[in-house]
């Protein structure tokens, strides 16, 4: 046998699980492992605590574990503005977005006919300040 196969298969099966390492989870976006012994975990439940965070029950998947823990998930930065902004939700702007010139491409921007589908129509100036001042 070739040493390129042999040490192929040997890292195949050092890549595979054991064990202790709890059972394959069906949600992988959603995954976290447990601080303790490693293993994944899965969200149980969740509860809103906010617009922009969200409390989740984990349950590590190594039952020698059974750690159950709750850790949180929350909107830190806007990377890229909505079209559709909610003017009760303030999300810090990323501070690699030059905010000039999203003005500049902004003013400078023709309209074009657009009907939505999945939310509300939104209507002002994303840019405008509150209500009653400019």
Do not use: W
């Not at 303790?36 to 975990?41: D, F, G, L, S, T």
Request: with cysteine; hydrophobic share 35%; net charge positive.
């Amino acid at each position: 046998m070739q040493p390129e196969a042999s040490a192929a298969r040997d890292a195949a099966g050092a890549r595979q699980r054991t064990s202790h390492q709890g059972r394959k989870l069906k949600n992988e976006g959603t995954r976290m492992a447990c601080p303790h012994c490693e293993a994944q975990a899965e969200i149980r439940t969740s509860r809103v605590v906010s617009k922009t965070m969200r409390e989740l029950i984990y349950a590590c998947t190594n039952v020698e574990c059974g750690h159950t823990f709750v850790a949180a998930t929350e909107v830190l930065r806007t990377l890229s503005p909505s079209a559709t902004p909610d003017p009760t939700v303030n999300i810090p702007l990323s501070s690699h977005v030059n905010r000039d010139m999203v003005r500049i491409v902004l003013d400078h921007a023709a309209e074009s006919a657009h009907q939505p589908q999945y939310t509300a129509p939104t209507t002002g100036d994303l840019f405008a300040g509150p209500r009653g001042t400019s």
